[in-house]
């Protein structure tokens, strides 16, 4: 087993047995890490996972029943958020499925998986260059797409599961939110038509109807990450480069 990790400094611990721990160095990317990993790895198939994901039961044997077809080369398992505590924030990952690859899976540009939980054939990882390494989030579902546009197809794998470990506080929701809003950005630039806009009149329309009903607290932590959403998705580029997670994901 091969973990690629960024951290500012190497781990001092050392790694247990039959498991290989590769740092990317203190300015490294998740995408430029995976790339070391799968440089190492000598498999058919890459399976990729994060940290904060734990592998349900049958988890390996999920990717591969029954065989994926020679035309496949990503296959996208299921995700399941799961909630730490009974605070708000555990609540909205309950009621939204923060990491659902079932939306994921409906994009109307292509199909994609996220790599908390996303198995792909090693040949087409290479041929298309693996992961894009300036990217600090969406380099997932770049992936999948220069894959697709390559000739490989995409399938899903609902057996092979991963429980994942959702925000604990709505600050540290907020702020994923507003990441995905700015990859979100990042992908409509590349890829037209992958992430349409939510129409602000839209927004604010269901934001009011969300609000009226239900549990108010709830409802509201629901509605604000909406709103975190967008503003990463249409905050001007300088404010990106302010932020060392984030400058990479304007050009």
Do not use: K
């Not at 035309?71 to 958020?81: E, K, Q, S």
């Not at 996220?114 to 990217?135: D, P, W």
Request: proline share 7%; aromatic share 8%; net charge positive.
């Amino acid at each position: 087993m091969l973990i690629a990790y960024n951290a500012p400094a190497a781990l001092a611990a050392p790694a247990p047995a039959g498991v290989v721990l590769l740092w990317d160095g203190p300015r490294g990317s998740p995408g430029a890490a995976r790339n070391a990993a799968a440089a190492r790895a000598g498999g058919e198939w890459l399976v990729f996972a994060d940290a904060d994901c734990e592998p349900a039961p049958g988890w390996m044997d999920g990717w591969f029943a029954p065989a994926p077809d020679d035309t496949v080369g990503v296959l996208v398992g299921a995700i399941r958020d799961t909630a730490v505590g009974d605070g708000v924030a555990a609540r909205v990952a309950g009621a939204t499925g923060g990491l659902d690859q079932r939306v994921t899976l409906a994009n109307p540009y292509l199909p994609y998986g996220v790599t908390a939980n996303l198995a792909v054939r090693s040949s087409a990882f290479r041929a298309v260059g693996g992961f894009e390494e300036e990217r600090r989030i969406a380099e997932d579902a770049d992936l999948c797409w220069r894959i697709q546009r390559a000739g490989w197809a995409l399938e899903e794998r609902p057996n092979a599961g991963v429980d994942h470990r959702s925000r604990e506080t709505l600050v540290e929701l907020w702020r994923q939110r507003t990441q995905n809003g700015a990859a979100a950005r990042w992908l409509a630039g590349h890829y037209p038509g992958a992430m349409p806009h939510w129409n602000l009149l839209a927004l604010a329309r269901d934001s009011v109807l969300a609000l009226r009903r239900g549990d108010p607290a709830l409802s509201a932590a629901v509605v604000s990450g909406w709103w975190a959403f967008e503003a990463g998705r249409r905050a001007p580029g300088w404010m990106a480069r302010r932020s060392g997670r984030l400058r990479r994901l304007w050009p």
